[in-house]
């Protein structure tokens, strides 16, 4: 089986394929003071809860764009799994071409969405990815990596308003009864899912209008879902889009 880990600034997200298929996942929050062992212990854990063994992974494939976590995450697969994972980074084939002015400024999560992408769906395509940011990102339909736009994301502009302003509260990003809010609780659940779902729908408009209206809209990360649900912007909701594109990169590299 392989095991695939892509290490985000927010979450760090795991599963297991069986050949193409992807059984257990999981979602950690990204913890910059745990040591090698602990993380180690921690996907051990993982593993055997999906009801495997951590003889069974075959290899690990790893994207991440927090650099000190990758060599602890690497130490922790080396020393528990007994594999040193395949880290996407720039000597890495992933069969997509990058037309970015600096191809090494790319993060490795959106490099293997774009290969995802690429085999999966095809393109011209846009990839809105909800994570720390919120990302768009163009691929054509030749499947190359063309660019994209980078807002913060849904969960820094909340943490930002309950710190910045001293009566705001702490907010769960919940679908509020109306637009229009009654109370400040509902009113900042207003400004912060709905005003994401306009910017999501004027930036795939504007994107749409450079790729084509062919493009395909496809949604990813841990609040993809909550968006869907608000638009009919979003095409296909693909939650593991990143799992499956580090999948197709190892297979690649095999």
């Keep these: 089986m392989l095991l695939t880990i892509d290490v985000g600034n927010t ?9 193409e298929t ?11 003071e745990r040591m090698p062992d602990e993380y180690g212990f921690q996907i051990v854990g993982l593993i055997e809860h999906g009801c495997c063994s951590p ?3 075959t290899g690990v ?7 000190p976590l990758t060599t602890k995450i690497a130490q922790a697969c080396r020393d528990y799994i007994g594999h040193d994972p395949l880290v996407i980074d720039a000597g890495v084939r992933t069969g997509v071409r990058i037309l970015y002015e600096n191809p090494r400024s790319v993060g490795a999560d959106r490099i293997v969405d774009a ?21 768009f990102d163009a691929i054509s339909v030749e499947g190359d990596y063309l660019g994209g736009a980078i807002a913060p994301g849904i969960s820094i502009a909340a943490e930002a308003l309950f710190s910045r302003a001293a009566k705001l509260p702490r907010v769960d990003l919940d679908r509020p009864p109306s637009v229009i809010g009654r109370n400040t609780t509902h009113a900042m659940q207003s400004g912060l899912l709905f005003g994401y779902v306009g910017l999501v729908e004027g930036m795939v408009a504007r994107f749409r209008k450079e790729l084509g209206s062919q493009m395909k809209t496809i949604a990813t990360g841990g ?13 296909i909701l693909a939650p593991w889009l990143t799992l499956d594109g580090l999948r197709i990169v190892w297979e690649l590299n095999q």
């Design 223 to 235: 609040l993809a879902e909550i968006i869907a649900r608000e638009t009919d912007v979003i095409e």
């Design 55 to 57: 003889d069974q992974i």
């Design 22 to 32: 992807l059984g257990p996942r999981w979602r950690l929050a990204t913890n910059h």
């Design 115 to 135: 290969a995802a992408v690429q085999k999966l769906y095809g393109g011209p395509a846009c990839v809105v990815d909800f994570g720390t940011g919120t990302t």
């Design 11 to 19: 979450n760090i997200t795991l599963g297991l394929y069986d050949g």
């Design 61 to 67: 494939c790893m994207a991440s764009v927090v650099p």
